[in-house]
């Protein structure tokens, strides 16, 4: 008879912790090999490929910091959420609401006012929108224990529907000969980029900005002490009198806020214009959630893992197009990294080990 | 096990030890707060592993690299804190600890063993019942159950009786010596030296990790042990000067709560506590301590009847607000709701205070502040870590013990409730922690000691209510003959 155990691992080093993630990521790029194989293509000539799509050239590389954007700012704003427990999978729909008021804002404003007033104007409205849309679940957890995971992951559907019917619908745009989408920004209300690039450095200092700022408020403010204690012990929590209400909301408002800002960046920036939601944001929201993870949560590391998801997103573009492979590429790449990033956590948390026995007594 | 080392961080928790069991034989062990008693059980059990050293059965060395296999060696353990599932039935939670449990309807096959078991063993349980629902004592029954279902010969108890009330105590002895009689080998951890000169054959005590000394209880008494355990004598008696009671502090008035199964569990305590005093609740565990303890301090709401500190009503107020007005907590069930385990020591040092003026400058946290209190708490109450960079979870029970008591201590409140705050307390510790109960009473501070102890009380209490099925059997002065029927009144006889 074979058994398999699990016990608590109690001895974990930085040093084990970071391998475990490493060795995770190789693992999960030898199972993504493998899928290769099956769709016929070398699996290292693929891969190596992602890698130099994003970070072999100076173009691989400023569209990686591009799309690293969005995914720095919602990642952030989710290693708050998480350390409290709260399993916010609505990034994308606040993402999508930040847009919306942006766009809003800046289509009504944009026209009167300068440069200087109507972004900042912008990305406020932006964070208003991402904040409402985020503050949703949290009343509904905490005053009739709805559950947040269904809660927020419903809320990214409604939310892209209320999309589509404003491009369709009211805010359609007179300059796209009857396509759905409105009117581009005017000029004013459009982001400045690098020359030669896309990438829109506002953004970019606002993400930095942000992961900098949340760094402190998880681990030196009144709020962030809160947070932590809330999600290691809910009981202690309400024992030492946390107000588990307004500690929610205010992390809510901040994590959707900084999707809202991803929004704002991505309308501003990118597209110029509100178009259907697949194509505002492709999927940053749920990619943000294996950026949180893989930076165990701290807000500075997702810089990096935001850096590296980018890249992945972009090489699995360029392979798409050189490699001809299916546009869902990408997702399956993320999505086996995912799987493999929270294996190996589990198994940095919990020892196995396999037992055999040739016949147990009863 | 032979010369068995073991450190974390350096720092050794174990040293070159060397223990022994004969079969048929209780062995206790004893030693002060992190000695490291649950580590060197835990290495047993194949928890941890050693950093050398050997383990043997029958002479022949074996490897235990984890709880599997030390089962399949004939070793149970129960735990310090007890590991169940809180939202499973009893069965479904042996089931889950049970090695031949089937794949397919676990539930049915071993019902019926269990039930065998627990007549032949004389426990009364309702399998169906929820752990949640359950006393302390009820649980651990369920974990020396799983033990012996799966044939353990060695049964490991970690400070089993110090969250039993007397007579689940009484009915663990007698299991114990049932299952010594049976030739069952015992490993018994307490702090109480009475009880270990009551069931234990023989004694080891540990001391910073090395073993200090072997005894048999037949030659030797508590003194010599517990000077054995701290390295010198031990005062066992203090004395409570007189002090008149000073202001009223806090009246409760006809409260009643609900408890966790639903039923009302305090139905109609009034009483009234003033300056320099100490009132105690005496009460076997379950009859409504826990409910009421947290009902004044926030934690559970009150039905009807009102909590007024220093005359200002604070019925159903936040536990925050409460706490500004002066009532400290230490609350019975410390791991649960005392502790974020995955967090420092300096961050658990300010769980309740953190937002006070001191600790906390607007939005900020003064960290600088918070680790100097920390490190205050930690030499006042001689909480034994490596650094205050340390999650409390790595500290032993009783150090964890040390500094929620610190905590809700040094910040002079005007009220400490404390329920039970010597569990799990080594002698020296026991008796310091007492001296400073006493010291804040002649402060001017008013103390609410719950507890099951009746020694305790005695040594401690201006005035003690005994608690039975949520009410008062009656309040007795310190000085009250009727105090030696305190017995009577715990089971339920009024008549005063
Ligand atoms: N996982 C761990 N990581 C770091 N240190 C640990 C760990 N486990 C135990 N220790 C340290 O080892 C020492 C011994 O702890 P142990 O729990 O064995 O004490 P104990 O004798 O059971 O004490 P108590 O009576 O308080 O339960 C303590 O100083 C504790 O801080
Ligand atoms: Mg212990």
Redesign the interface.
């Known amino acids: 008879m074979i058994k398999i155990t699990t016990s608590d691992r109690y001895d974990i080093t930085p040093l084990r912790s970071l391998m475990t993630n490493i060795f995770s990521l190789v693992a999960g790029l030898f199972v993504i090999g493998i899928i290769f194989l099956i769709a016929g293509v070398n699996p290292l000539y693929a891969i190596s490929e992602i890698f130099l799509g994003s970070f072999g050239s100076l173009y691989g590389i400023k569209e990686t910091v591009t799309k690293a954007i969005p995914l720095i700012l919602i990642g952030a704003g989710l290693t708050l959420a998480f350390r409290a427990k709260f399993w916010n999978i609505g990034a994308e729909g606040q993402l999508l609401m930040g847009a919306i008021f942006s766009t809003w804002t800046g289509l009504t404003f944009g026209d009167h006012l300068p440069s200087y007033l109507i972004v900042p104007l912008m990305f406020f409205s932006g964070f208003i929108g991402g904040a409402l849309w985020g503050i949703i679940p949290a009343i509904l957890k905490i005053k009739y224990s709805i559950n947040e995971v269904i809660s927020t992951l419903m809320l990214n559907y409604i939310c892209a529907e209320f999309l589509t019917m404003l491009i369709v619908g009211p805010w359609k745009g007179s300059t796209r000969f009857g396509f759905p989408g409105t009117d581009n920004l005017p000029e004013a209300a459009i982001l400045g980029v690098i020359p030669g690039s896309r990438i829109h450095y506002s953004t970019l200092i606002l993400s930095l900005i942000c992961a900098v700022i949340l760094c402190v408020v998880i681990y030196r403010t009144r709020f962030g002490y809160e947070t932590r204690v809330v999600g290691e012990n809910p009981d202690a929590g309400k024992y030492a009198g946390i107000n588990f209400l307004k500690t929610s909301l205010i992390l809510m408002a901040i994590s959707g806020g900084l999707a809202g800002f991803a929004g704002v960046g991505e309308i501003a920036g990118i597209h110029h214009y509100l178009g259907y939601p697949a194509s505002v944001s492709s999927g940053y929201g749920f990619t943000a959630i294996i950026v949180a993870w893989l930076a165990k949560l701290n807000p500075l590391y997702a810089v990096f893992s935001g850096l590296f998801f980018a890249g992945i997103l972009v090489g699995g573009d360029a392979i798409q197009i050189s490699l001809g492979l299916p546009a869902a590429t990408v997702e399956i790449v993320n999505g086996t990294l995912l799987i493999f990033l929270i294996m190996g956590e589990y198994f940095l948390n919990n020892k196995i080990s396999v037992h055999v026995s040739t016949k147990s007594k009863g | 096990m032979k010369d068995i080392c073991k450190s974390?961080h350096g720092i050794h928790a174990n040293k070159d030890i060397n223990l022994y069991v004969r079969s048929g034989e209780i062995l206790g062990l004893l030693g002060e707060n992190g000695a490291g008693k649950t580590t060197l059980m835990n290495i047993l059990y194949?928890?941890?592993q050693p950093d050398s050293g050997q383990i043997e059965i029958n002479g022949s060395p074996i490897r235990i690299?984890?709880?599997?296999?030390s089962i399949?060696h004939g070793i149970g353990m129960v735990h310090q804190h007890f590991m169940l599932i809180q939202n499973h039935s009893v069965l479904e939670n042996i089931a889950l600890g049970y090695?031949?449990t089937p794949f397919f309807s676990p539930k049915k096959k071993l019902r019926k063993q269990v039930e065998e078991f627990s007549k032949q063993f004389d426990f009364k349980m309702d399998l169906d019942q929820r752990v949640w629902q359950l006393s302390a004592g009820e649980q651990q029954r369920i974990e020396i159950i799983k033990a012996l279902l799966n044939?353990a010969d060695l049964l490991i108890l970690d400070e089993p009786t110090s969250v039993l009330t007397p007579l689940e105590i009484k009915e663990l002895i007698s299991i114990l010596r049932q299952m010594k009689a049976d030739g069952h080998m015992i490993i018994f951890i307490s702090h109480k030296l009475d009880e270990i000169m009551d069931i234990c054959d023989r004694v080891t005590v540990l001391q910073k990790g090395r073993v200090v000394g072997h005894a048999d209880t037949a030659d030797t008494n508590k003194k010599a042990l517990a000077r054995m355990m701290v390295g010198r004598d031990v005062v066992f008696n203090i004395d409570r000067e007189k002090l008149e009671p000073g202001k009223k502090v806090l009246s409760v008035q006809e409260i009643h709560v609900t408890g966790d199964k639903g039923m009302p569990a305090v139905r109609g305590v009034s009483f009234e506590l003033f300056e320099n005093e100490i009132f105690g609740i005496a009460g076997v565990a379950g009859n409504g301590q826990r409910e009421l303890a947290e009902a004044i301090t926030?934690?559970r709401k009150i039905d009807s009847g009102s909590v007024r500190m220093n005359d200002k009503d604070i019925t159903n107020k936040?536990?925050?607000?409460?706490?500004d007005n002066g009532v400290s907590?230490v609350?019975e069930e410390r791991i649960?709701?005392?502790?974020?385990?995955?967090?420092f020591l300096y961050?658990n040092a300010i769980?309740?205070q953190?937002?006070l003026k001191k600790f906390?400058k607007r939005?900020?946290?003064k960290?600088s502040q918070v680790k100097n209190h920390t490190k205050t708490i930690i030499s006042d109450f001689k909480v034994a870590t490596h650094s205050i960079n340390n999650q409390i979870r790595n500290l032993s029970g009783g150090n964890i013990q040390k500094l929620i008591l610190g905590r809700e201590i040094s910040e002079q409140p005007r009220l400490l409730v404390a329920s039970h705050p010597t569990y799990g307390l080594d002698v020296g510790a026991t008796q310091f922690l007492r001296e400073h109960l006493l010291a804040l009473r002649k402060q001017g501070s008013s103390v609410l000691l719950f507890s099951e102890d009746l020694e305790e009380i005695f040594e401690l209490c201006d005035r003690v209510a005994v608690i039975f099925a949520g009410e008062f059997m009656g309040i007795l002065k310190s000085d009250d003959e009727k105090l030696c029927d305190i017995g009577l009144m715990m089971a339920g006889s009024k008549g005063f």
């Open positions: 974390f194949g928890l941890y690299s984890n709880p599997v296999e399949t090695k031949d044939g926030g934690i936040s536990p925050r607000h409460i706490y907590h609350p649960r709701f005392g502790i974020a385990p995955g967090l961050d769980l309740k953190h937002h906390s939005y900020f946290l960290y």
